[in-house]
């Protein structure tokens, strides 16, 4: 088989002790994909690897297999596509009041948790830095925490850089690779009652450095449209315990907003790949958000 690493086939390169193999170049699709979800500074700073925040475009670029000039339009298309629906948010009913009195206060922080549902470049958290750019210009900072592949597990292991930051308010969203499922024996990487315990202890740590912490349910998955995207690749993620999850995170006495509820795969809600929420989606996650935390509308 050919080296491709969007397609579970990492193997290869003198770091494996195997031959360069060739670059795989990616289409326009697929490169807009990789750059929307996928950030090489992201996860070379969680291996604490010193120079990963200051990584140059060029180096980035070699990574998604592309030129630099091309990962820049990529990024802008991204950018304008996501400024454009910030708007329209705005324009909203309530909105851009509830922007306004967004649950930090001036000079604060807020957090945003997750794996590559909040890591996308175009999530509900980047959602939320347009908009309080628009309507809180300069006021607070937003960090996005959002590590894509992240486990429930994998995120409590980060919490202590996250803690160092003092956020005034943490939003997670956590969960989804929890429930993923490989192999032909479809072996589980986690049991939803010990994503829920990690959520739990999250939580536990961050209420100590300040924080309020807010757990939004994952969005559900088209099983049917992940199916036809790995193709061969024997990887699922449970629907079951995705909804044990959900279950548990409601249960569990920690502060919930049933962001999954908000979204529906026959709308246009979900990518193709049945998984990531599409930007109408991560629309109606930030907005879920939103009208929560400041209307109290769960």
Known sequence: MSYDPRRGLYAGGRAFGLPEPPLPVPDAAELELLVRFE?????LAVKELPGAALLADHCLASAYGCSAPALARVRDLLAAELEATADALLAGAGIRAAVAAFPVRAGGTFVALGDSITDDAQSWVELLRCCLDRVRPGELTVVNAGVSGDTTAAALARVHGIAALR???VVAMLG???????GSERAALAHPGASCAAAAAISRWLALAGARVVWLTPPPVDRAALAASVGERPFDIDAGDLQRLSDGLKASGLEV???GARLYPSAGHLL????????AGQRRIAEAVLRALVLDER
């Open 39 to 43: 950030h090489p500074a992201k996860f």
């Open 167 to 169: 956020p005034e308010l």
């Open 176 to 182: 989804t690779n929890d429930c993923q499922r490989h």
């Open 257 to 259: 907003i049933d962001a």
């Open 272 to 279: 193709p790949d049945g998984v990531h929420p599409s930007l």
